[in-house]
């Protein structure tokens, strides 16, 4: 399981925290816009399964609805 919730959007890049368990956030995932793979955590060089997986959700919404989602949830 993984998590995610919006906490920014600008024209350059979207923010979500994420966390496995959804009140305890681990840090914030950003991702570029332009380019989603060159995704990070902000101030860590971390690279943490939960990220990636409420990257992958995020970017899947974004690309079929056209707008990024307020909330993700990733369930394997």
Do not use: C
């Amino acid at each position: 399981m993984a998590y995610g919730r919006k906490v920014r959007e600008d024209d350059e890049s979207v923010s979500y925290t994420f966390a496995i368990e959804p009140a305890s956030p681990e840090g914030v995932l950003v991702i570029p816009v332009v380019d989603p793979d060159a995704w990070y955590v902000d101030g860590s060089d971390a690279r943490p399964t939960a990220a990636l997986r409420v990257l992958g959700k995020a970017v899947l919404t974004f690309r079929r609805s056209g707008s990024w989602p307020e909330l993700v949830a990733f369930q394997s």
